[in-house]
């Protein structure tokens, strides 16, 4: 007997049923496949794809990327064309028309990418031999005719050199590729028509704005979105910020019932880049809300973190029945939200827009109203009120971009909040609005607060006086205090 005990034969074994139920449930898994995506594997048909069947479903996704991708390449070496023909001639030529990007595809990278000339390719094979007058060539049993589908499909990869210039076909005659007259007469027609979008696209010059546009991950997002009918098309970009770039897009689709898709929508995109979220870091940090999470986070995701922040605080306004952008839906750090203007014109923000006196009253009165109901109801500070966020639309004043608003009680809300009512008494002072409160009055006038320094460094040591009462509540008690307590209702002002 072995010290050891018996010595443990069993091994795992494999038994045919186990291999016979793993294949059937490939099989069943492809079957589904094949439901979900019948159209695909009808292209799979085709002559380019040999082999296995690699993801299919996403190809035409990856082509439209891919093109992207070469157009923008297209248009590096345009640019670098130009500036060399250029020099530093007073008359310079633009090559501007001979561009491909599409107004949202391109990013604003110009870093120079590795570019071959494939017109210029010296490994490029000569063109085949055509078919002589008599019909064919070869003698015997290797006679071949112009209608054997090995030569006409050669032919045919040939015959792409004769689409427009601009239409790179590829080296297809260097691998000897066959098109099948279907195929070659499919690309033809495909180079027709992106010859005539590429004119089209020429013609609206306002576009090109777009072309501070996004990464190749939130590129894939918005195609998705267009993808999946969500939205009908995006049309081009609106606004090209320091931390967010919007879009204009037509809605398309909704998949639930219950949810409708505006006509019209803004596709605001944060910015991914590390350098521009530090400002930000302040209003972030110490909102409890987020608190625990930040931590842990790393800088993608606190992007996202902005444009969750902005969804949530513009339904919260969007409760309480301040006019702002209805939240539609939010994808990572894509947020889209209902467009305020119409038919691809965004309304006029408040520092563009000429009001007339009495529009101006209005408009000033409405904001006083909107400050109280976004403290009061919304629990909520904009931390960015200003006429550059505030939209003239149908008569009256829309909020936006709200990423950046906190709640009162935040290590800074009350600054916050003074910031905001400087800004906004100050606009309307200068607009001719004499019954436009100060900066203190309005303070207090939202707030509800009744802080009676007369004066600004006074008033702003006594805000700072509160917040830090605050913080150490929130030290001693572990939890802040509801809200900062008002004396009685807030005054309510109207016309
Ligand atoms: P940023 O942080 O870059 O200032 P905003 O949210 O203010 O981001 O958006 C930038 C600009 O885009 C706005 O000034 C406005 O002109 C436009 N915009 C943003 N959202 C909308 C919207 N829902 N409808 C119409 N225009 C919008
Ligand atoms: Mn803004």
């Known amino acids: 007997q072995c010290p050891w005990g018996a010595p443990n034969t069993t091994s795992i074994s494999c038994s045919l049923a186990d291999v016979m139920s793993e294949q059937l449930a490939k099989e069943l898994q492809l079957e589904e496949e094949n439901?979900?995506?019948?159209?695909?594997?009808?292209?799979?048909?085709?002559?380019?794809?040999?082999?296995?069947?690699?993801?299919?479903?996403?190809?035409?996704?990856?082509?439209?990327?891919?093109?992207?991708?070469?157009?923008?390449?297209?248009?590096?070496?345009?640019?670098?064309?130009?500036?060399?023909?250029?020099?530093?001639?007073?008359?310079?030529?633009?090559?501007?028309?001979?561009?491909?990007?599409?107004?949202?595809?391109?990013?604003?990278?110009?870093?120079?990418?590795?570019?071959?000339?494939?017109?210029?390719?010296?490994?490029?094979?000569?063109?085949?031999?055509t078919t002589p007058r008599k019909g064919f060539i070869g003698k015997g049993k290797d006679i071949t005719t112009k209608h054997d589908e090995v030569v006409c499909g050669r032919k045919n990869t040939a015959r792409m050199e004769n689409f427009a210039p601009e239409f790179q076909v590829g080296d297809g005659i260097g691998m000897d590729l066959k098109l099948s007259n279907q195929v070659f007469n499919a690309l033809k027609q495909h180079a027709y028509s992106e010859e005539r979008r590429s004119a089209r696209l020429h013609e609206k010059k306002e576009h090109s704005t777009a072309e501070k546009a996004v990464d190749?991950?939130?590129?894939?997002?918005?195609?998705?979105?267009?993808?999946?009918?969500?939205?009908?098309?995006?049309?081009?970009?609106?606004?090209?910020?320091?931390?967010?770039?919007?879009f204009h897009a037509y809605g398309g689709k909704s998949a639930t019932e219950d949810k409708v898709i505006p006509p019209?929508?803004?596709?605001?995109?944060?910015?991914?880049?590390?350098?521009?979220?530090?400002?930000?870091?302040?209003?972030?940090?110490?909102?409890?809300?987020?608190?625990?999470?930040?931590?842990?986070?790393?800088?993608?995701?606190?992007?996202?973190?902005?444009?969750?922040?902005e969804m949530h605080n513009l339904t919260r306004m969007q409760n309480a029945g301040i006019p702002c952008p209805q939240v539609v839906i939010l994808k990572k750090h894509v947020l889209v939200m209902s467009f305020i203007g119409q038919d691809q014109v965004p309304a006029p923000k408040l520092k563009d827009v000429t009001l007339s006196s009495e529009d101006m009253k209005k408009a000033y009165y409405q904001i006083l109203n909107m400050m109280q109901q976004l403290y009061k109801e919304c629990n909520l500070v904009h931390a960015d009120l200003s006429e550059y966020n505030m939209l003239w639309h149908d008569g009256k004043v829309w909020l936006i971009d709200v990423s950046q608003s906190v709640e009162?009680?935040?290590?800074?809300?009350?600054?916050?909040?003074?910031?905001?009512?400087?800004?906004?008494?100050?606009?309307?002072?200068?607009?001719?609005?004499?019954?436009?409160?100060?900066?203190?009055?309005?303070?207090?006038?939202?707030?509800?607060?009744?802080?009676?320094?007369?004066?600004?460094?006074?008033?702003?040591a006594e805000i700072e006086a509160l917040?830090?009462?605050?913080?150490?509540h929130v030290q001693n008690h572990g939890k802040k205090l509801s809200m900062f307590s008002s004396d009685g209702d807030p005054p309510i002002y109207d016309e």
Not at 418 to 427: G, I, K, L, T
Not at 467 to 472: F, H, S, T, V
Request: aromatic residues 10%.
């Open 35 to 129: 439901a979900a995506f019948p159209e695909v594997v009808a292209v799979a048909e085709g002559p380019f794809i040999t082999g296995e069947n690699i993801d299919t479903s996403s190809d035409l996704m990856l082509a439209q990327m891919l093109q992207m991708e070469f157009d923008r390449e297209y248009d590096a070496q345009l640019r670098r064309e130009e500036k060399k023909i250029n020099g530093d001639s007073k008359v310079s030529i633009s090559f501007e028309n001979y561009r491909k990007v599409h107004p949202y595809d391109s990013d604003s990278s110009e870093d120079e990418v590795d570019w071959q000339d494939t017109r210029h390719d010296p490994y490029r094979a000569d063109k085949p031999t």
């Open 216 to 246: 190749p991950k939130t590129r894939l997002l918005l195609y998705k979105m267009v993808n999946a009918g969500m939205l009908e098309t995006i049309t081009g970009c609106i606004s090209t910020g320091k931390e967010s770039v919007v």
């Open 264 to 309: 019209e929508c803004a596709i605001k995109v944060f910015k991914t880049t590390l350098n521009e979220f530090k400002n930000r870091d302040k209003y972030i940090k110490d909102d409890y809300r987020f608190k625990d999470r930040f931590s842990k986070l790393n800088p993608r995701k606190i992007i996202r973190m902005w444009a969750e922040k």
């Open 408 to 460: 009162p009680t935040h290590p800074h809300g009350l600054e916050f909040l003074f910031r905001d009512c400087r800004n906004v008494s100050q606009f309307f002072q200068k607009g001719g609005v004499a019954e436009a409160l100060n900066e203190r009055e309005l303070f207090n006038a939202v707030s509800g607060l009744n802080i009676t320094a007369d004066n600004e460094v006074d008033f702003q």
């Open 467 to 472: 917040e830090k009462m605050n913080e150490d």
